[in-house]
Every structure is written in structure tokens, then in C-alpha cells.
């Protein structure tokens, strides 16, 4: 190669050279540095979690749970479960963690048929199947996980475990104690209820937590309900 063209393409290596000092075909960035605002403002919400979880449960209770959409009609819930379980379980319900139990929020009309110490026994038109409102003291976490409260809002387990007491203890007292003397055989009946299904088995009767009752032909027994009754589940 002559000494000329040694030359240039020297000249040229050292003007690429700097080109690409100048002007970078990559830039090399920490991980978090396309964190947007908005994210940054989503992650301490996570973190910090309600500062009240009464609170936090008074706007749940007084907002999603009373619209249109609180619940699964139950016949829709029982024909999905007869057709494919799995493809049941998915779409309507709410599964607690990897591998765990399945909660649903259902919605539906029945007659009273029998009425026990802590439960009260449900027929539902067009199915041959029926419901069991649990009226007993509530200890589990069937409502909020039903309703779809999620630990990855809260700060620590504490404030989430708080949350589904007071969720518990205004279904006993808003719901439960204020309708039980109302539900009596033959009483037609609008629930909206939280129920923990495992399997077909658990379908017949349904046992569920209700968290809106309305008792037809008593316009006093209307606990849990607001003016707009609510009629299907939140996704």
C-alpha cells in the first residue's frame, strides 16, 4: 500500500473517531433510568400503602361495591362452571397467590327455603341449584379477596390484614345483622356475595358471605345496598 493512501485512510479512522465521540450511535443508561414519573409516583403508593385501612375500606365499600357492576350473575357462574371449570375460574374468579384458592363475587335473586341458626338456604329461579348465605361470625378473608384488594397496595401485611377485618365486620353488622330478621321462607331476596369455590362440589349449594342483601316487598331491610342496587362482579 502506497505511503498516500496509508495516509488517508488514517485521516479518515481519526475523523470517525471523533464523529462518533462527538455524536454516539449508543448511549449506555442504569437500569432504572427510564423510570417516568408517573411510575416513580405508582411505586411509593405501593410502598407507603393507605395510611387508614378503615378508610380505604369506607371508599371500597361506598364506591365499586355500589355500582353497576358488583358481582357474577350466579346462573352465568354455574353454567360457565358446568361448561369448563378451569376457563370458570379464570374469568370470573380471583385466585389468592400462585397455586391458590379461587374467590368470586356473585350476584343473584332467590327465595328463602329454609332458614337455620347461621345460614339461610336459597332457591334461584331458572336453576335447580341453590344458595347458602353464611350467617354466622365472618373470620376469614373470603370478602377481600373476593373483591379484589391487593397486598401489593399496602405497605405491610398488618394494614392488609386490617383491611379484611373491617371488611368482615361491616358485613356482620351492615349486612347480616341488620337483614337476618327478615329472612324468613318464602321471603324473595337480592344478594350480592363473596364465596371461596374449590370445585364443582362447592357449586351445590353455593355458601357465600353476602355483603349486599334486599329483601323484596320490605323496603326497610335494604343494608349494603345503596340506591342503585348493584348488579355484577368488578374485573
Same mark, same amino acid.
Given at each position: 500500500?502506497?505511503?498516500?493512501? +496509508? ?15 462527538? $455524536?454516539?450511535? $449508543? ?28 378508610? *380505604?375500606?369506607? @371508599? $371500597?365499600?361506598?364506591?365499586? +361495591? ?10 352465568? +357462574? ?24 379461587? *374467590? ?17 338456604? +336459597? ?10 348465605? @353464611? ?49 324468613? @321462607? ?50
Amino acid at each position: 500500500m502506497s505511503r498516500s493512501r +496509508l495516509i488517508t485512510c488514517g485521516s479518515l479512522l481519526i475523523v470517525g473517531g471523533i464523529a462518533c465521540w462527538f $455524536f454516539p450511535l $449508543f448511549h449506555i443508561r442504569p437500569l432504572d433510568g427510564g423510570r417516568t414519573e408517573a411510575s416513580e409516583r405508582a411505586a411509593t403508593l405501593r410502598q407507603s400503602g393507605p395510611a387508614d385501612p378503615a378508610a *380505604y375500606v369506607r @371508599e $371500597f365499600w361506598d364506591g365499586p +361495591l355500589r355500582t353497576g357492576d358488583a358481582g357474577t350473575d350466579v346462573v352465568q +357462574l354455574w353454567n360457565a362452571f358446568d361448561a369448563d371449570t378451569t376457563g370458570a375460574r379464570s374469568q370470573y374468579g380471583r385466585q389468592a397467590g400462585l397455586g391458590g384458592a379461587w *374467590y368470586f363475587c356473585i350476584r343473584g335473586q332467590g327465595t328463602v327455603e329454609t332458614v337455620e341458626k347461621d345460614r339461610v338456604v +336459597l332457591t334461584v329461579t331458572d336453576s335447580p341449584r341453590r344458595i347458602c348465605l @353464611e350467617l354466622g361470625v365472618v373470620v376469614d378473608n373470603t370478602v377481600r379477596e373476593a373483591i379484589g384488594v391487593k397486598a401489593s397496595d399496602f405497605a405491610n401485611s398488618q394494614d392488609f390484614n386490617a383491611v379484611s377485618s373491617e371488611l368482615n365486620r361491616r358485613a356482620e353488622q351492615e349486612v347480616i345483622a341488620a337483614n337476618r330478621a327478615f329472612l324468613k @321462607e318464602g321471603v324473595v331476596v337480592d344478594f350480592v356475595g363473596c364465596a371461596k369455590i374449590s370445585g364443582k362440589s362447592d357449586i351445590d349449594p353455593l355458601c357465600m358471605i353476602p355483603i349486599q342483601l334486599q329483601t323484596r316487598g320490605n323496603e326497610d331491610a335494604k343494608a349494603g345496598f345503596g340506591k342503585d342496587t348493584a348488579t355484577r362482579a368488578t374485573p
